[in-house]
């Protein structure tokens, strides 16, 4: 199509094609760490516990929820989800005389949850003592009776076994990185159910066989009475688990393994 021109021509321009705009890339940001201001409304999945314990006191059941609800973050400028616990909750009236202190303590934890420092609160937790005697909560690995030095460091610790089985963190309370975070969540949304403990993991913590002891060589000796000058000196039995006492350093001490010893 023809134009005509009809006006002096005073300067001219190329017209340049027009650029595509740029998408920023999205700065890391882990959802490890993202703070949540608040619990949001609404219902939020959880885990109901009954936690029992023998202390100074006697036996003492208790009830804890931990309340989780996944999280978004950028890593390597993807957007990831994983799942975090976000609330604490001691049902009131179990400890009456220590009721206050108690959800205290369950407050600061939601807030340490929600700030993203959960791992380290709980662990510190865990180091808390008092003067009456060691509390006995739980199984370890070995399927041995598990010893704390207060009833706080046991709740602590069946803590850590809650967030340990959801996946958070692992067998020793230590956080599990964020990548595979983002897989095990990934897993629940398509299988349908929250990420377990392998089988596979289960297996290298197995206990050695009931009533046997493994040497070096790899031999097993069946329990029993020991031949003279074979081992250590018994001195007694256990009152916990009355498996055999022997001394060590200056203690009659539980040699079957649950931990027991006259001197604490």
């Known amino acids: 199509m023809a134009v005509e021109i009809t006006s002096k ?14 998408v920023p890339a999205l ?15 609404g219902t939020l999945e959880a885990v109901s516990e009954k936690i029992s314990y023998v202390g100074a ?31 604490f909750f001691f049902p009131s009236g179990q400890l009456s005389s220590e009721h206050q202190w108690i959800t205290a303590t ?5 807030l340490a949850a929600r700030g993203g420092y959960v791992t380290q609160a709980v662990a510190d937790l865990r180091k808390v003592a008092w003067d009456k005697g060691l ?6 690995r070995w399927n ?7 009833e706080v460091a046991a709740i602590a610790w069946s803590i850590q076994q809650i967030l340990y089985r959801r996946g958070f963190l692992d067998r020793d309370g230590n956080q599990v990185p964020v990548e595979k975070l983002v897989e095990r969540y990934a897993h629940r949304m398509a299988h349908g159910h929250a990420w377990q403990p392998g089988a596979e993991e289960d297996a290298n913590d197995a206990p050695i066989e009931t009533g046997a002891v493994e040497t070096i060589g790899g031999d097993k000796a069946t329990k029993g009475k020991k031949p003279e000058g074979s081992g250590p000196a018994i001195v007694g039995n256990c009152p ?16 079957a393994g649950c931990g027991w010893s006259k001197c604490g």
């Open 9 to 22: 021509i005073v300067g001219y321009r190329i017209k340049q094609q027009e650029q595509a705009v740029s």
């Open 57 to 87: 006191e006697g036996r003492k059941k208790v009830y804890l929820l931990v309340s989780f609800m996944p999280v978004e973050g950028v890593i390597g400028s993807k957007r990831v989800v994983i799942e975090r616990p976000v609330e």
């Open 144 to 150: 041995k009776p598990m010893f704390h030095d207060s």
């Open 240 to 255: 916990e688990c009355r498996g055999e006492l022997i001394m060590m350093d200056g203690c009659p001490t539980c040699y």
């Open 27 to 41: 700065q890391d940001e882990d959802p490890l760490t993202v703070r949540i201001p608040s619990r949001p409304e």
């Open 135 to 140: 509390v006995r909560c739980g199984m370890n």
């Open 106 to 110: 369950m407050r600061s934890l939601s």
